[in-house]
Every structure is written in C-alpha cells, then in structure tokens.
T-cell receptor, first 113, second 112 residues
C-alpha cells in the first residue's frame, strides 16, 4: 500500500491564482481530512469527509473548497489564493472502524506571493 | 476555548539520555489523546492513542501518560537515539473524534 499520497510536493502561486491540491489514499478509509500547518503552530483542520459525497467544514475553511466523489480521492481547491494561505498542507485518512488513528500524507508546501 | 499547550518548545539532549515532554489541554468534552512524531518535511506519524480511562500507553521506548483529572499528559522517551530528533505533537480529540486540536509541538534534538 502506498498509504496517503499528495501532489504536488511544492507550489508557488501568485495572488489571485487558483489551484487544486490532490490527495489519494489506497487503504479504503472512509474518513479523510485536510489540515494546514503554519510555522510554530499546531495543525488546523480545514475540511473533512466521513465518506464519498459527504464533506464538512473544520476550524479554518474560509478560502477553500473540497469534494469527495470517490472513497480514494479528496482534493482541496484554493480559489483566489492569498498570502495568508502560504502554509504546509497535510491530507490524512482514517478507518472509522478502528480507533480513529489518522494516517498522514507527506504534505504540500504552498507559497503565495 | 479548546486549547492544547506543549512544553518545552524545544529540547536538546545527548544520545542515550531520557526525556519527558509535557502536554496540558483544556479541550472538553474529551475523547482521546494522541502523541505524534513528525520528522522534518514529513507528515505526523502516530505513537500512542489513549482514551480518558487509560493512564499509560507504551510503544517501544515511548511511554505516554494521561491524567484526565488535571488534563495533563506526558511523553517519556527512554534511551534516546539520534533518530528520535523530530517534533512531538500532542493531539486531543473532542467527543466526535473528527474535531482534533493539535499542540504546536516540542522540537527534540538528540546530539551524539
């Protein structure tokens, strides 16, 4: 199993541009999550999904959108990128039937200038 | 406000020594507490998960303790190795398990 994979690893955006961060998991997990990690801060939940077709806002959803059309994929969309969205983004998944342990991807480092 | 505070922010120890990292939280209602290890440039990896009824959980040289009454947890690392150099993150889940609050982490450096 590859686990949780994220693309791209790095990206530089200009203010106002848009992009999609990709996340795929091959563990057949129902739950998937998007977090952002700012320097010196704890991870913050952006959006999560408990299954295909179902998404919910987390702590910091403004400026982002998600979709969950399949169990495997959970892309994060940034519209009108702003410097405040410069961060490292982590995708994670968990199996609702376990003890909710989350497995994280390697992260995407995004810079908005 | 649901918060997770970790101390110290950073720590340097010599290889082979033991160390203890602290986590205080105000999260309520509490479901479980986790410790993660995050290597530089990588995603967090789970070390331990404890429910409110568990006092201690071990994973090799890592031992986590939990006092749900005082809302404190600690992670003890025994006989440290160079590969233990990483950030250690305390995470507390609210009752629905989908709302998790992350501490800022303790940056541990193990020197030879």
């Amino acid at each position: 199993n590859a686990g949780v994979t994220q693309t791209p690893k790095f990206r530089i955006l200009k203010i106002g541009q848009s992009m999609t961060l990709q996340c795929t998991q091959d563990m057949n997990h129902n739950y998937m999550y998007w977090y952002r990690q700012d320097p010196g801060m704890g991870l913050k939940l952006i959006y999560y999904s408990v299954g295909a077709g179902i998404t919910d806002k987390g702590e910091v959803p403004n400026g982002y959108n998600v979709s969950r059309s399949t169990t495997e994929d959970f892309p994060l969309r940034l519209e009108l990128a702003a410097p405040s969205q410069t961060s490292v983004y982590f995708c994670a998944s968990s199996d609702s039937s376990s003890s909710y342990e989350q497995y994280f991807g390697p992260g995407t480092r995004l810079t908005v200038t | 406000k649901n918060q997770v505070e970790q101390s110290p922010q950073s720590l340097i120890i010599l290889e082979g020594k033991n160390c203890t990292l602290q986590c205080n939280y105000t999260v309520s209602p509490f479901s479980n507490l986790r410790w993660y290890k995050q290597d530089t440039g990588r995603g967090p990896v789970s070390l331990t998960i404890m429910t409110f009824s568990e006092n201690t959980k071990s994973n090799g040289r890592y031992t986590a303790t939990l006092d749900a009454d005082t809302k404190q947890s600690s992670l003890h690392i025994t006989a440290s190795q160079l590969s233990d150099s990483a950030s250690y993150i305390c995470v507390v889940s609210l009752y629905n398990n989908n709302d998790m609050r992350f501490g800022a982490g303790t940056r541990l450096t193990v020197k030879p």
